[in-house]
């Protein structure tokens, strides 16, 4: 009832909206009306960058191009600027270019951070952290919003389940409940109660839909899932996030079961707006548009406007020669219908106007300076760090290291101290020189007490096809000058062998993760795996640290190296949070959002397969190496010791529509204070479709002080048992008895069972 006031104000000023937005339509010619369609890239390359031939642009007539267009009003929407009086300074350019005084909507990547670079967007899944995920997209909302920016084409929500393909770094991984919480959590992020606020922005998930399954692994190659996968895996994270009020949607480049998803009216018409009642706007990814012809589906430019813009995409991102300049030409021979180019610029000028821009289009540059040196942010990236690292083998307890104990580190490895890496990919405005290696956060931590010594032992590793990200400063690896690898080789490893404990880290470079890096092998690149086994090799008790967005092939480190701590790309505080959990002042709490292949052949791979002929050997489906996972979804140990007892079910059978509640009790009996995600799994015993063996259906983080017990309860409703039928083409509630269990990974053992009484439909 409190909200009504709140409710009533935002109701006038809907309608408010609409006025104005009427008003604007009827006065728009055809042509300006394409340009609120179109937004460019605005490419300014680095100094001295070369330019990357793929990009498929002359990076001096871009820029040029954009300004004229701005001059025309042709296009009504920027990306990829982020320096607050360049964005100014643009804003003038289309203010003064429009007579309508529309102004710009400037959108960017704000994938992990602006400014404050926060962990790659797996790692913040991997903190099973919703409210540490929402505080750091809101972060990067405050930043974003600083200098101009209004909208974030993130979330990326794309479920990922082959790591071959380089873009699982930017999702939440493999599972679709889990996804559909981080989803929602970045949403909220982004745009808090309403994107209109102070410090918001709008959230754009994306790939709609289906991206991550592409064949092979392979970036941008098509998808084909069934209805069943995408309406029970493949689409959750996406509803959520529209539930979550996501302003924006994109779409995704590939084609989808034989269709480019770019123009699927199913998608962007009856499964997003008929079915889940999205409001906002479709942006097509980058060239997607144009792709169409590139596909073999659009016949022309032409054709692929009024095609894309019939299925329902409403902006078309591109870095030249849209498609939707082409709008009028579609208008005028039918091709396109009025209404429907009219909606689309309704929802563009929609989000303009709640935004504010029509009366504030402009950004303060000293406020921008002051926020993104605000040290706030800065601590909020720290604990995100802290909370998504993910222990993975802790044999002896030799994590975590005593400082007093300790003469001297050997910090080994050409990742230790590499400031670019430690922030992982798709950032752009980060600060090098205020960036925390693995290297500094240990020296830092010991001070005086130890004796720390680095080496990186192998030279880097280029990726074989450079990629478009190289041009950008920076990102491509280099040695120092004169490196010499054997002798370097020698010199590590001899560090090792005379230090107390050795800290190895190892991993992929970060332009070897993202988008267009999808791999064929998930091996360690390079020799970092020799360099390993000659460290451990010395005898010196060695802890791994793993900076990685995709499970690698760590079969012999999980067997030889005792401590082995998944770090992520941590971002900008990463070596203080790396050196905090390292030296015990916090517990590892992260947990897998994936399931971590023991080889590349395992690929695609999940937990929540369903049960089929000889399940007893569901561990020997290959005949050359277990069919088993290296570590299960939801792994990730602790300095705490987690126990959990008395699993009950409030009722022993549930109505469909009916919800029951799970109770457990969770005991840390270990002497640290410790956090642990307490999860629990489902599974329907039999139905109208074969269902999962067991699929995640809640989770709660818990931090127990030593000895410390907590009750936590799940509520399982309607929602989490319905599924997508096969059989029924429909959702259902099948009658059926449910299986639970509840731990802290997916081998939970501790089990209850309830029974429903069934009823198809929804
Ligand atoms: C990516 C999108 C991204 C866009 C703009 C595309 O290549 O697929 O995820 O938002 O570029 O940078």
Redesign the pocket.
Known sequence: MSDQPQQTERRIQADGIQGQVDELLRRMTPAEKAGQLTQYFYFRLPEGAAPEPALGMDPDAQPRAVEQALGRATVGSL??VTDPAEINRLQRLALAGNRHGIPALFGF?VIHGLRTIFPVPIAMAASWDVETIEQGQAVAAREARAVGIHWA?AP?VDIARDPRWGRIVEGAGEDPFLGAAVAAAQVRGFQGTDYGQEDRIIAGP??LAGYGAALGGRDYDEVNLSEYELWNTYFPPFKAAVEAGAGNV?TA?MDLNGVPASASRWLFTEVLRQEWGFGGFVVS??NALRNLVTHGFAADLTDAAARAMAAGVDLE?AIQDPAYAHLPEALQTGAVSQDAVDAGVRRILEAKLRLGLFDNPYVDEDRARQVLADRQHRQVARVAAERSAVLLRNDGNLLPLDPDGLASVAVIGPLADSRRDTLGPWVFDFDLDETVTVLDGIRRKVGDRVRVASAPGIPVVQRVFPSMFDMFGGNRPEDPEGFDAEAEFRRAVGLAEAADVAVVVAGEWQNMIG?AASRSSLALPGGQLELLQAVVGTGTPTVLLVMNGRPLDLRWAAENVPAILDIWYPGTQGGTAVANLLFGEVSPSGKLPFSWPRTVGHVPFIYSHTRSHEPQNQGRRYWDEPSAPLFPFGHGLSYGRFVFSDLTVDRPSVPPEGTITVSVQVTNTGDREAAEVVQLYLHQRHGTASRPVRELNGFQRVTLSPQASKQVQFKIGPEHRRYWSTTERDWVLDTSIFDIWVGGDSTAQLTATFAQDGQSGR
């Open positions: 990306l990829f990547d084409f990326m994306k790939h994109m480049y990814d980058a991102m988008e």
